[in-house]
C-alpha cells in the first residue's frame, strides 16, 4: 500500500508538472494579450494566475485491483 501511494504521488507530481508547463504556460501566454485590453487589475491578475491542479481521483479512479488471472486468460491473451 506505501508503495502504490509513493508511486501515485511521483506520477501525479509528473503530470502536473507536465500540465503546468504544455496546458497552463501556453495558456497563460495567450491570455496575456487579452489583458491589455482590461483596466481591471485584479481581473488581470485572476486571469494570468490561474491554477489547474488535478485530483488524484483522476487516476485512482481508473486503477482496478486485479484479483486472479486464470490459465485461460493467459492463454487467450498470449494467443
Known amino acids: 500500500e506505501e508503495e502504490r501511494q509513493t508511486r501515485l504521488n511521483e506520477l501525479m507530481i509528473a503530470l502536473q508538472s507536465k500540465v ?11 491570455l496575456s494579450f487579452l489583458t491589455r485590453f482590461i483596466n481591471d487589475t485584479d481581473l488581470n491578475q485572476r486571469i494570468l494566475n490561474q491554477k489547474l491542479t488535478l485530483p488524484t481521483s ?17 492463454l487467450t491473451f498470449s494467443n
Open 20 to 30: 503546468d508547463h504544455q496546458i497552463i504556460k501556453p495558456m497563460q501566454e495567450d
Open 58 to 74: 483522476i487516476i485512482t479512479d481508473l486503477y482496478q485491483t486485479q484479483i486472479q488471472i486464470t490459465n485461460q486468460y493467459v
